[in-house]
């Protein structure tokens, strides 16, 4: 029953109190996560130590990876950049031709389709190698001089190799269809780094639960 004169003040007002909330939650979290690093600074180190260490290691292995993936199929490695874009121009044919999707924001559909579905791509392909990494790379797993911890890095990395194909596609279509290089570009890197460590994360927990749980 307000008028618009009475009326923006409170909302104005509600929003800036839930404003102050999340910051102070949000503060209070950063905080938090910070104390537990520095209390279990050594043992927060000690990966980052080992993956320093065993850098050459992990690099050959994820090559060997990105090349015996697909070795047992007809057309080996080209395979692994087969599939994906396949699906593109499924999703594309079906939104584009048969459900006359139209442009989003003055960009053609099939852009907006790809800059979502890649990187997608590589964050479903990561998390499902690496939960799987334990029990394929299982005569590893039996050595007792091998680093367990690495080999879902090993996954991240194989898989970090196709996505860095498509998006050079990517950009590809972006230059095609006269959309020229920006700084916001640059963003990539830091959404990349952000969804790596996520998949990381989630399939550090996932592999070893799926030892007990296939």
Request: hydrophobic residues 55%; positive net charge; charged residues 15%.
């Amino acid at each position: 029953h307000l008028d618009k004169e009475e009326l923006y003040p409170v909302l104005e007002k509600d929003y800036t109190q839930k404003l102050w909330i999340k910051n102070i939650l949000m503060l209070l979290l950063i905080d938090g996560g910070a104390v537990v690093a520095f209390v279990f600074r050594k043992k927060v180190l000690t990966l980052p130590i080992e993956l320093l260490q065993n850098r050459k290691l992990i690099m050959n292995l994820a090559k060997n990876d990105f090349k015996t993936k697909y070795a047992g199929s007809y057309l080996g490695i080209v395979w692994a950049f087969v599939q994906p874009i396949v699906t593109i121009l499924v999703y594309w044919f079906v939104f584009s031709v048969g459900l006359k999707a139209g442009n989003v924001s003055d960009y053609p559909f099939v852009l907006y389709l790809v800059s979502g579905i890649v990187p997608w791509f590589f964050f479903g392909e990561s998390v499902n190698s690496i939960t799987n990494c334990l029990q394929e790379y299982n005569y590893l797993v039996k050595k007792v001089v091998f680093k367990v911890e690495i080999l879902p890095i090993i996954k991240l990395i194989s898989c970090l190799l196709v996505h860095a194909f498509f998006v050079v596609i990517m950009f590809g279509m972006y230059l095609i269809i006269g959309r020229m290089p920006s700084v916001i570009w640059f963003q990539l890197v830091y959404y990349s780094l952000a969804a790596s460590l996520l998949a990381l994360g989630i399939g550090f927990f996932t592999s070893a639960v799926n030892v007990f749980f296939k």
